[in-house]
């Protein structure tokens, strides 16, 4: 069996270094996928850093890939050698939960990150249970693909549980690799967007990106003057903020869905979720058939990730600025 060329992680908050594996023999299940290229999601610094402590050394990132289906496994459905494909967040799951037989794996008690306890796309090639490789639509380039596998459905799974339609007052809170995806699709689900940004620079991209208002987030008196507006709000930031404020923006029925997450816990008073059935949520990632309808509507829609490119060589320097938040909007390894 070839060994895997990559680049690993020995130790937390360590460099990338190159390294080579010996995956073994290909489960029945599984299948390898030639990896073309890896988005570089702001959790894989996190999982560099052991920042969740889940982290096991060495290991290598990467779990937003597209290649093309080298070698399938003996009971692998659904996939055929030469397919282009995406891996997202989730390898695999157990198969037998109530929520895998539900259609939402990503739920599953025993989900398996792509490069949690193993190893991910920072690759030439990755292996995953072939229920999780997703096909790619050929409209869609693989380079500005690769981030939707996990930063779009992040922002797409909660406008659909919470039924984004040409009706809905959409907020998007944070202009940055989730918050310019959001716009796109809640542009492209015909709501009526407002972006919320903390940098006056990024307006003319958000209007560009499906944005029909922006609001400087920290002027309060601007968040405050949209009391009631909002049927969703998404909140893509790891920062704090007046929570309070944007839940009083939230019309009847509406919801404030965390899908970046705070540094400190956030409290609320009740009464304003009370008095309006407003209601505050969380979201990650979504299963893989939404994640299929996802990019189906990215293709026929032109919702694309705006990127910067960097060779698989130089994914110390992509983590470096990702990490400072210095990339607009997301980064993507080219590896082969």
Known sequence: MALIHGYAVHAAGAELLPFKYDPGELSPSDVEVRVSHCGVCHSDAHLIDNDWGMSQYPFIPGHEVIGT???VGSEAQGVAVGD???VGWQANSCGRCEWC???????CAQ???TCVHRHGGYA???RVNARFVVKIPAALESESAAPLLCGGITVYSPMRTYGVNPSSKVGVIGIGGLGHLAL???????AEVTA???SPAKEEDALAMGAHHFVNARESKAVNGLAGSFDLILSTINADQDWAGYVNTLRPHGALCFVGVPPKPVALPAFPLVSMR???CGSGIGSPVQIAEMLDVAARHGVKAKVEHFRLSEANQAVKRVRKSQVRYRAVLAVS
Do not use: N
């Not at 037989?101 to 739920?107: A, C, I, P, S, V």
């Not at 796109?184 to 015909?190: I, L």
């Open 69 to 71: 289906v080298a070698a």
């Open 84 to 86: 282009r494909v995406g």
């Open 101 to 107: 037989r539900k259609g939402e794996e990503h739920l």
């Open 111 to 113: 989900a398996q990150p």
């Open 124 to 126: 030439e090639a990755v």
């Open 184 to 190: 796109q699709f809640a542009r492209a689900f015909g």
């Open 196 to 198: 919320f940004s903390s």
């Open 278 to 280: 407003r209601s505050i």
